[in-house]
């Protein structure tokens, strides 16, 4: 059973371009996190939300609590933004410290 | 950038080996986690550690050991290396109750056992 689902698993974009990440889970969560990793393998986050919307640059995240979904947005894409994007979510019931990542999705930005 | 080292970065080692990686933070976080990550799966958790002494077991513990004797240092063992340990480990650390602050990754380290 995939508790943090994302979509897609991978994406294409051409430089310029508006891209949109989702993330849907089932279970009733205290936070979301958005995580980047690079082609180099460092894991960087991103952002950390329990409700509404942040702002970061370019990059916007989202989160709707009722309907168990989160979506990460980059405007204006550049090649630089080519990596792995994940999205993991902290349980309610879970064990302190054990949160549920998604798979990721891999963004590629054609120049 | 947050201060976590991992050591070492690649290693390649020999089925029924131990294996010792290291964590080390200098940013005085409570938290220290380990992860691993492998094809087809999200991270997933391994052991964690909540205060000095203080560990507990994640989703994949099974043929893991952890010590943090120091707030700095945590230590993930192989007492006997097998194959399907093959991976990249990933620690991370917080300073909040875990999932519910800001992580902070390392780079990672490459484990192959042959």
């Known amino acids: 059973k995939n508790e943090v689902e994302q979509s897609p698993q991978n994406l294409t974009a051409q430089e310029g371009e508006f891209i949109t990440i989702n993330c849907s889970y089932s279970?009733?969560?205290?936070?979301l996190h958005w995580l980047q990793q690079h082609p180099g393998g460092g894991i960087v986050s991103l952002f950390m939300?329990?409700?509404g919307k942040k702002k970061h640059g370019r990059l916007i995240a989202t989160i709707n609590i009722q309907e168990k979904h989160s979506s990460l947005h980059i405007t204006a894409s550049h090649p630089r933004d080519s990596a792995v994007y994940i999205c993991?979510?902290?349980?309610?019931?879970?064990?302190?410290?054990?949160?549920?990542f998604g798979k990721g999705t891999k963004l590629s930005v054609k120049p | 950038d947050a201060g976590i080292t991992q050591s070492p970065r690649h290693k390649v080692t020999e089925t029924g080996t131990p294996v010792t990686l290291r964590c080390h933070q200098t940013?005085?976080?409570?938290?220290m986690y380990w992860y691993r990550q492998d094809p087809g799966h999200g991270l997933r958790l391994i052991h964690y550690?909540?205060?000095?002494?203080?560990?507990d077991k994640g989703e994949v513990s099974d043929g893991y050991s952890v010590s943090r004797s120091k707030t700095e240092d945590f230590l993930l063992t192989l007492e006997s290396a097998t194959s399907s340990q093959t991976s990249v480990y990933f620690c991370?650390?917080?300073?909040?109750?875990?999932?519910?602050?800001?992580?902070?990754f390392g780079q990672g380290t490459r484990l192959t056992v042959v």
């Open positions: 991370a650390i917080s300073e909040g109750t875990g999932g519910a602050d800001e992580a902070f």
């Open positions: 279970v009733g969560i205290s936070a």
């Open positions: 939300l329990s409700s």
């Open positions: 993991a979510v902290l349980d309610y019931g879970g064990s302190q410290g054990n949160l549920i």
């Open positions: 940013e005085n976080h409570r938290y």
């Open positions: 550690s909540y205060g000095v002494k203080d560990t």
